[in-house]
T-cell receptor, first 116, second 115 residues
C-alpha cells in the first residue's frame, strides 16, 4: 500500500505570511493523483488543490500552490498571504490512477495555527 | 446539490449494541468509501465499493460490514460495538473512471461514541 507521510504535526504562521506544509509519499506507480484537503473545526473535508502526476507543471489555486517533485516523491503545499480562516488541519492524500477502487490514502495531517 | 449525506451526525452506543451508518450521494459517482478518523491517525479506509455490486476491505475492516444498496447508497454496520470503535466516520464518493475531477467528496461525518 502507498504510504503518505506528513512530518509536521503542527505548524504556525502569522497572518499575511507564507507557510509551507510538507508531504512525502511512497509508491512504485507512475500514474497517480495527489491532493491537499483542509479540515476546519466544522469537520468538513474541503479539497484545496489537486495534482496529476503526469503533469510537470505545479498546480495553483489562488493563494495555494504546490511544489511537486515526482522523482523525490514530495508534494508540499504553500499558502501565501495566510489568513485567519486558513487555520485548520491539512491532509495530504494519494490516489492511484489504476488500482481498483481508487481510494485515497491519507497522511496523518498537519494542524495549522494562524496568529494575528 | 446535497452532495454526500450521512446520517446520523452524532451517536452514542453502549458496548455490544449494533447500528448502521447511512450514506447517500447524488452525484452519480461509481465509487464510495467509508473512513474513520482518530486523533493523530489521519483518515483510514475501512471499506470501499469501486462500483455498484462490489465491496472490498480497506486498511481497518475488522468489526464492520458494508452494503452497497444501489449506486447512490453505501451503508456501514457495526454488529457489536466496542469502545475501540469510538471515532469520527466519514463517507465519501468519487467518479473514479474520469481523468478529471478525480477527488473524493465527503459527507459531514458521524461522531460515534461507544461507552
Amino acid at each position: 500500500a502507498q504510504t503518505v507521510t506528513q512530518s509536521q504535526p503542527e505548524m504556525s504562521v502569522q497572518e499575511a505570511e507564507t507557510v509551507t506544509l510538507s508531504c512525502t509519499y511512497d509508491t512504485s506507480e507512475s500514474d497517480y493523483y495527489l491532493f491537499w484537503y483542509k479540515q476546519p473545526p466544522s469537520r468538513q473535508m474541503i479539497l484545496v488543490i489537486r495534482q496529476e502526476a503526469y503533469k510537470q507543471q505545479n498546480a495553483t489555486e489562488n493563494r495555494f500552490s504546490v511544489n511537486f517533485q515526482k522523482a523525490a516523491k514530495s508534494f508540499s503545499l504553500k499558502i501565501s498571504d495566510s489568513q485567519l480562516g486558513d487555520a485548520a488541519m491539512y491532509f495530504c492524500a494519494y490516489r492511484s490512477a489504476r488500482r481498483s477502487g481508487y481510494a485515497l490514502n491519507f497522511g496523518k495531517g498537519t494542524s495549522l495555527l494562524v496568529t494575528p | 446539490n446535497a452532495g454526500v449525506t450521512q446520517t446520523p451526525k452524532f451517536q452514542v452506543l453502549k458496548t455490544g449494541q449494533s447500528m448502521t451508518l447511512q450514506c447517500a450521494q447524488d452525484m452519480n459517482h461509481n465509487s464510495m468509501y467509508w473512513y474513520r478518523q482518530d486523533p493523530g491517525m489521519g483518515l483510514r479506509l475501512i471499506y470501499y465499493s469501486a462500483s455498484e455490486g462490489t465491496t472490498d476491505k480497506g486498511e481497518v475492516p475488522n468489526g464492520y460490514n458494508v452494503s452497497r444498496l444501489n449506486k447512490r447508497e453505501f451503508s456501514l454496520r457495526l454488529e457489536s460495538a466496542a469502545p475501540s470503535q469510538t471515532s469520527v466516520y466519514f463517507c465519501a464518493s468519487s467518479d473514479s473512471f474520469r481523468r478529471s475531477n478525480t477527488e473524493a467528496f465527503f459527507g459531514q461525518g458521524t461522531r460515534l461514541t461507544v461507552v
